[in-house]
């Protein structure tokens, strides 16, 4: 029962990235995922969620316009991409289950900077 994030990097800001997060151990499709980040010496902060079956999506007002959160449940696979990057975005990103698991990712660090 786990979940991988995957696709952090260093970008320039305006830039974009693709966060993915794989899912395995659990019936994915039943479960609601969340984007949320940690950055230095701030809280931790919910950026994006979906419903289990993608329908109802829902964004933190720092992201919203900016960022979109989708999922494959055929893949059991939920994504966030991430488009006109600002510094301000920098922090570990961590994907999150909740339903009759609560999960969490390990992290990917994305990095803002020019």
């Known amino acids: 029962v786990q979940l991988v994030e995957s696709g952090g990097g260093l970008v320039q800001p305006g830039g974009s990235l693709r966060l993915s997060c794989a899912a395995s151990?659990?019936?994915?499709?039943?479960?609601?995922m969340r984007w949320y980040r940690k950055a230095p010496g701030k809280e931790r902060e919910l950026v994006a969620t979906?419903?289990?079956?993608?329908?109802?999506?829902n964004y933190a007002d720092s992201v919203k316009g900016r960022f979109t959160i989708s999922r494959d449940n055929a893949k059991n696979m939920v994504y966030l991409q991430m488009n006109s990057l600002k510094p301000e975005d920098t922090a570990v990103y961590y994907c999150?289950?909740?339903?009759?698991?609560?999960?969490w990712g390990q992290g990917t660090q994305v990095t803002v900077s020019s």
């Open positions: 151990g659990f019936t994915f499709s039943s479960h609601g």
């Open positions: 979906i419903g289990s079956a993608g329908g109802s999506t």
């Open positions: 999150y289950a909740w339903g009759i698991y609560n999960l």
